[in-house]
């Protein structure tokens, strides 16, 4: 059974804790993408790994950090500096990492308390 | 960069009516784009996608077709269903990322 896989599918954190947000993809993708979407918005890239060992920040990289040491996982870490950090967090993937189809896991509920 | 936007937040179709959602993208430059379907609480799932070397792209009740002109494309559902309630995203890829548009609601009136 192939896809993405996105856990825990909903998280509860005390304000100034750290949270990781695990991602897992069993199609052979060399690339992967962490969104956030919050309510009435569209997606924002907050990183993405078109191989492993390598990742760019995107549009919103700030407070968060990302890891790439094994080709089906990118986990993101929500850090204490992201000011804002309740939000849906989605996890993708690509085949190559240029102009192809994302392909989406099903997403974590992160909520700060 | 690219800046995605959506012609109107919400849209309400009768049962059977035929749907069209409308997207602009800012930069020439994209070359391929994306149309998702996003129910509450999951991840967005593709349902069709165009190249810039084409103008129309028919999959299963659904055709995109861009305008390289105007930057505009758009999305046609025909015959709407129930099952097509949901929030519907354009993205634009440009620069090795995709830039999404906030969503249009659409809602299906039995």
């Known amino acids: 059974d192939g896809g993405i896989t996105q856990s825990p599918k909903y998280l509860f954190r005390k304000e100034g804790q750290n949270v990781t947000l695990s991602c897992e993809q069993n199609l052979n993708h060399d690339a992967m993408y962490w969104y956030r979407q919050d309510p009435g918005q569209g997606l924002r890239l907050i990183y993405y790994s078109q191989i492993v060992n390598d990742f760019q920040k995107g549009d919103i990289a700030e407070g968060y950090s990302v890891s790439r040491e094994k080709k089906e996982s990118f986990p993101l870490t929500v850090t204490s500096a992201q000011k804002n950090p309740t939000a849906f967090y989605l996890c993708?993937?690509?085949?190559?990492?240029?102009?192809?189809?994302?392909?989406f896991g099903p997403g974590t509920r992160l909520t700060v308390l | 960069g690219e800046s995605v936007g959506l012609h109107l937040p919400t849209l309400s179709v009768q049962e059977g009516d035929n749907s069209i959602i409308n997207c602009a993208y800012s930069?020439?430059?994209?070359?391929?784009f994306i149309w998702y379907k996003q129910e509450s609480g999951k991840g967005p799932q593709f349902i069709i996608d165009?190249?810039?070397?084409?103008d129309k792209r028919q999959g299963q009740r659904v055709t995109v077709l861009l305008n390289k002109t105007v930057k505009h494309l758009s999305l046609q559902i025909a015959a709407t269903q129930p099952g097509d309630s949901a929030v519907y995203f354009c993205?634009?890829?440009?620069?090795?990322?995709?830039?999404f548009g906030a969503g249009t609601t659409v809602t299906v009136r039995a």
């Open positions: 993205a634009a890829y440009n620069d090795y990322k995709l830039s």
């Open positions: 165009i190249r810039s070397n084409m």
């Open positions: 993708a993937s690509n085949p190559a990492g240029g102009a192809d189809t994302q392909y």
């Open positions: 930069n020439s430059a994209s070359d391929y």
